[in-house]
């Protein structure tokens, strides 16, 4: 890390033409010495004019969704030290430079910005509910470093922005960041920050709904290749119960009569034992596939 790090300021946004302005004004005043990119996604309204008027290096990505936007972000920008953050004028960017301080200070890969809701319209209690369980769920499966996955401010290093192989393209995005840095288990910390209700004329792009169910199939997805013995176990125990619940009367009536009077549920049986056995298989190799994958991530990562 240089004396003097480049530091860049990230914000997707789409159809922000309220708050863009502001967003820009505001982080330039904390962060004098940052560049300010706006990747615009698609708006229909004046947010590209007014990103520009505000002094930001406007960019644009044409593929929808936040997690498009995110990837391309990283791709195209060069720095020493990134902040994401969202374009809708609830993240509080005098915080910023705390972030980034202790960011450098003590070496740090991830900084996340843990939202205080200032207000109840601020901090909606269905989207509260929500990060609460999936923040939750991550880190009985991940690691309990996070306490506020889903926030949309965070501050991250050069090795750890060039090594993230983004996949998501929406919202759930957050959460492959927040798995990358536990599964690698770079040093990160929480900095808690002002959350404030969105500026009138803002909308969110958050639909509760399909981007839950969204971000709980991320959340599988990345058990099934982060940590495959325990999600093929799941699996494998699911069956072999299934089998057994559908055999015991057979083994009962053997026992009282010597015969097996159900052959085809039997042969049923037999083959659900046998494909719960092949699912731990499947798991002991793929957890020796993961293991050799995540050495080669650590080294990419180590490289930056």
């Known amino acids: 890390m240089t004396s003097d790090p480049r530091i860049a300021v990230l914000v997707p946004c789409r159809n922000e033409a309220e ?17 300010v990119y706006v990747y615009d996604n698609n708006s229909t309204d004046d947010t590209v004019a007014r990103a520009q008027a505000a002094g930001a ?4 990505e044409r593929r929808q969704g936040k997690g498009q936007v995110v990837r391309r972000m990283l791709a195209d920008v060069d720095a020493d030290c990134y902040v994401l953050v969202d374009g809708d004028a609830t993240y509080d960017a005098a915080s910023a430079p705390r972030m980034i301080e202790t960011l450098l200070a003590q070496h740090l890969d991830l900084v996340n910005g843990r939202r205080v809701a200032q207000g109840a319209e601020a901090y ?10 999936f923040t939750s769920l991550i880190g009985h ?18 090795r750890f922005a060039k090594s993230f192989p983004a996949f998501a393209s929406g919202f759930e ?8 840095a536990l599964s690698l288990r770079v040093p990160m910390t929480e900095i808690e920050g002002p959350y404030v209700e969105r500026p009138e004329g803002s909308a969110s792009k958050l ?49 009282r009569t010597g015969l097996v009077p159900r052959m085809p549920t039997a042969v049923l049986c037999t ?34």
Not at 275 to 290: K, R
């Open 173 to 180: 995005i957050e959460v492959e960041l927040a798995v990358h």
């Open 57 to 60: 290096v406007v960019r644009a």
């Open 207 to 255: 639909r509760a709904l399909p981007d839950g169910w969204k971000i709980l199939w991320t959340i599988s997805r990345l058990v099934r290749s982060e940590r495959p013995l325990l999600f093929f176990s799941i699996v494998a125990g699911i069956l072999a119960a299934l089998s057994l619940g559908l055999s015991l009367p057979l083994f009962l009536e053997y026992a």
């Open 19 to 35: 708050t863009i302005a502001r967003v820009v004004a505001d982080f330039r005043a904390a962060l004098p010495r940052a560049t």
């Open 124 to 133: 909606r209690r269905g989207h509260r509910f929500g990060n609460r369980l």
């Open 271 to 304: 083959g659900i034992m046998l494909s719960a056995l092949m699912a731990f298989t499947c798991g002991v190799i793929l957890h020796a596939v993961t293991r050799g994958q995540r050495e080669i991530k650590r080294l990419l990562y180590l490289q930056q």
């Open 141 to 158: 499966l991940f690691g309990h470093q996070l306490d506020d996955v889903l926030s949309g401010y965070k501050v991250f290093s050069r």
